[in-house]
């Protein structure tokens, strides 16, 4: 079965460190990769997406993420976090071949950044 | 980046009675449209993908005669919960995906807050 694994369900970081929220997937093919940031009673937000090229996608906000193919992997990074960014944190997966594939969601990294 | 809206945002109704969402793509045209509801501290789980003109497509175990989706043009959706019950509260939120671009992302509304008393 396709999935999308975030292994950690909360990640605390003080303000100025940097980040990493992971992500690994379960998707045959080279699946289309996105990351979502949601704020409470909110949406979600776009913040990034891997389709091909370099592996280093650039996003909003600062973050990046870093697609690594033979470890199945779209973790998400940013060098010096933010109060600001405390929110809860999606990654997903499209896979490729359809238009009307369905995006998979990881269950949500919730982030922390104390001041 | 395209816009994707929600209406109402939040609603409090009484049982039995049934509750209309809508949901607009703002900037662009989407042929399809996606429903998800999300439990407080969940991931979003998929309802169903409504397609302009036709017959939307329920994931497995969610009720169509309950959850009436309706994507009579390029630009709006509804979702309307039928005959409402406290169970039925939850986060319901939409999203859209641009037809004139292959490798669209999804982009979400705000969602609606849904309280059945």
């Known amino acids: 079965a396709q999935s999308v694994a975030q292994p950690e369900d909360q990640v605390n970081v003080a303000e100025g460190n940097p980040l990493t929220v992971k992500c690994t997937y379960s998707v045959s093919g080279n699946p289309y990769l996105f990351w979502y940031v949601q704020y409470p009673n909110r949406g979600l937000q776009f913040l990034l997406k891997?389709?091909?090229?370099?592996?280093l996608v650039k996003g909003s906000y600062g973050f990046e993420a870093e697609f690594n193919k033979s470890q199945t992997s779209f973790h998400l990074k940013k060098p010096s976090a933010l109060v600001s960014d405390s929110a809860l944190y999606f990654c997903?997966?499209?896979?490729?071949?359809?238009?009307?594939?369905?995006?998979?969601f990881g269950s949500g990294t919730r982030l922390s950044i104390r001041p | 980046g395209a816009v994707v809206s929600q209406h109402p945002s939040r609603v409090i109704c009484k049982s039995g009675t049934s509750v209309k969402i809508e949901c607009r793509s703002l900037d662009f045209q989407a042929t399809t449209m996606f429903w998800y509801r999300q439990f407080p501290k969940q991931s979003l789980m998929l309802m169903a993908t409504?397609?302009?003109?036709?017959?939307?497509?329920?994931e497995q175990g969610v009720e169509k005669d309950k959850f009436l989706i309706n994507h009579a043009s390029l630009t709006l959706s509804t979702l309307t919960v039928t005959s409402a019950h406290p169970e039925d509260s939850s986060f319901y939120i939409c999203?859209?995906?641009?037809?004139?671009?292959?490798?669209?992302?999804?982009?979400f509304g705000p969602g609606t807050r849904l309280t059945v008393l």
């Open positions: 997903a997966v499209r896979p490729r071949g359809s238009s009307a594939s369905k995006i998979i």
């Open positions: 999203s859209a995906r641009d037809r004139g671009l292959v490798f669209s992302e999804q982009f």
């Open positions: 409504s397609n302009e003109g036709s017959k939307a497509t329920y």
């Open positions: 891997y389709i091909t090229g370099d592996n």
